[in-house]
């Protein structure tokens, strides 16, 4: 079998907050990028899916084993991104070590709007921005950098790799934009199962049946039919994790509280269903395996209410039984408080009743199942 690409890092594309500042220019963004595996070339991916202008990139860089590469796209340095598409560059053949870092940097010279972007959080998530053209600069001097927790327009990372090398994606909202998959990707290295990588494709605040169309609330991203296709189609990937559909039963609180998030979006146990449905046949189509964890405890969240809890339960026991997927990942029964099912185990809440500790990311990559990590 020849070697193919197989992606080493990724993550969905949403929608940066809309503030004044939504605009810059002469900025550097750097990102270092694990890679799980080795490989002989590397090639990225920028999406400006939630753009509404083109954006400019005027100089692209990776920094490999003490040396900096230049990026190309059809053969030039400078790419436009249209509003709405996307750009993979051109393969750079490089020698890439297995769990070594793949660091990207990219500057924009002229205005950009900075609206393709997702926020993310995890041990091995790294980001910074700099003023100017700091792209083939190693060490770029504190006073004029700072880090960052948000990736801009950057989706993929991909290497050229051995085939028994592959990707496991995994889809969702905050929780799982934040520690776990990454908890999950260290936890192949304890194991030593090398040849796996684990990747994102998430966004906060995302619902899978609706979503914001005011801008006090649309950085809370795309709701599910238009995020699926774009996302998780990924080289080398053949399983994919989904654990999204909290965020439909929290959210709706009354007109009478907030304009902007009626009760009439609140779905029942069947519509989470139904759209789950559609999420695993997309993703057969695909050719992945499908595993999907059940939501987490939400007690002491503040809009949490009796009628929620009954959601949420119908919905996890649906995912439990249904013989639709090739397994149920129990991250609610993992992290229940076993007093108390419908709230967090404390030492799992990370103090918000809706989002884990650090424990509780750790917890849910381990009780991902090994059949997963091969």
Known sequence: ??????????????????????????????????????????????????????????KVTVFIDGKFYPVTFGGKREAEIAAGGSIVSDELPCEIQPQSLITVSFWFRDFTQLRSAVYTRGPLTEGYYAMGDMTEVELIPNDIMRPISIIYFLSNVSVLTAPENRTVVCYGDSITAQDWPEYLTLRCNREDKLSTAVIRRAASGTRMLREYSCITYESYGLMGKKRFQHEVPTDGADTVIIQHGINDIIHPVGTEVNPFRPMSDMPTPGELISFMEYYISESRKFGYKVYVGTLLPIEGWRTYAPFRE??????????????LIDGCIDFDKALADPERPTRMLPKFDSGDHLHPSKAGYKQMADIVPGEILR
Request: aromatic share 16%.
């Open 1 to 58: 079998m020849t070697n193919h690409w197989a992606s080493v890092w990724g993550n969905a594309i949403s929608i940066g907050e809309n503030r004044p500042e939504s605009y810059n220019k002469d900025l550097t963004f750097r990102y270092p990028i694990y890679s799980q595996f080795g490989g002989s070339a590397v090639r990225l991916t920028f999406d400006n899916f939630c753009g509404t202008e083109p954006v400019t990139f005027n």
């Open 310 to 323: 009954d959601v949420r339960s119908q919905f996890n026991d649906w995912i439990r039984s249904t013989p």
